[in-house]
């Protein structure tokens, strides 16, 4: 319940703020991770970021429309295309950073950083449980 609200609520600050880049709160992410990978199929980010390969498309749409993103042809394999920042994607990549930043200083009033950081090792020990149960899952089907 909390975690579902927490999200809901950081998503609402992140979508006020990054208003005026025309991204979305659903968007910021994949840019951030293809400024920090690029050249990374849309594939392999899906799978980075733990998201669908429908939403991944739909994000990269996007940010492609926006002129945040572009697709190359992979050299190695011309049936896949692989991501890179555009010029502009460059150019908003600090102000996103900055926002993001922001954001999260302010979330984190009253906690000193030794709670902070075993607040994120639980989370990612809770998300790396979910993940694996939904990966035994889909083992099932």
Sequence with gaps: MYISAIYRHMQILISAQLQPYRIGSGQYIFLLTIARKEGISQKALSEKLLID?????KA????E?????????DPAD?????????E???AVLPKVQATLHDISRKSRTG????EYKLMLSLLK????????QVRQREKEL
């Design 111 to 114: 906690m000193d950083d030794e």
């Design 125 to 132: 020990k809770m998300l790396n449980n979910v993940s694996e």
């Design 65 to 73: 429309a926006e002129g945040y993103v572009k697709r190359e042809t």
């Design 78 to 86: 011309k049936r896949y295309s692989l991501l890179y920042l555009t």
């Design 53 to 57: 390969k429908t939403t991944t498309a």
């Design 60 to 63: 990269i749409k996007k940010l």
């Design 88 to 90: 502009s994607g460059r």
